[in-house]
């Protein structure tokens, strides 16, 4: 038993698990941009209730919602994987 469990941690990721983690890589870093971008518009002093600066306050939830889901779904298919 021991032997089974060195051969499978020995084991390289699949080119799918590496593409999967690749694409989740540039996932993030566009909604990191995306939070920074976001970030730069709340800490502004000089908008008004009725610039376009407060809708996308309104879209950061939208985004957090949106990285969060996408981290769920990869990381179901990373735990899918380890079942195999």
């Given at each position: 038993m021991h032997k089974d469990f060195n051969r499978v941690v020995q084991q390289r990721p699949t080119t799918f698990l590496q593409n999967t983690v690749h694409r989740f890589e540039n996932e993030l870093m566009e909604h990191c941009k995306w939070i920074d971008d976001?970030?730069?518009?709340?800490?502004?002093?000089t908008w008004g209730?009725?610039?376009?600066?407060?809708?996308?306050?309104?879209?950061?939830?939208?985004?957090?919602?949106?990285?969060?889901?996408?981290?769920?779904?990869?990381?179901?298919?990373?735990?899918?994987?380890?079942?195999?």
């Open positions: 976001h970030e730069q518009l709340i800490r502004m002093d209730p009725s610039s376009s600066s407060s809708s996308s306050l309104q879209v950061l939830p939208n985004v957090m919602r949106n990285a969060h889901d996408f981290m769920v779904h990869v990381a179901s298919k990373v735990k899918c994987l380890a079942r195999h």
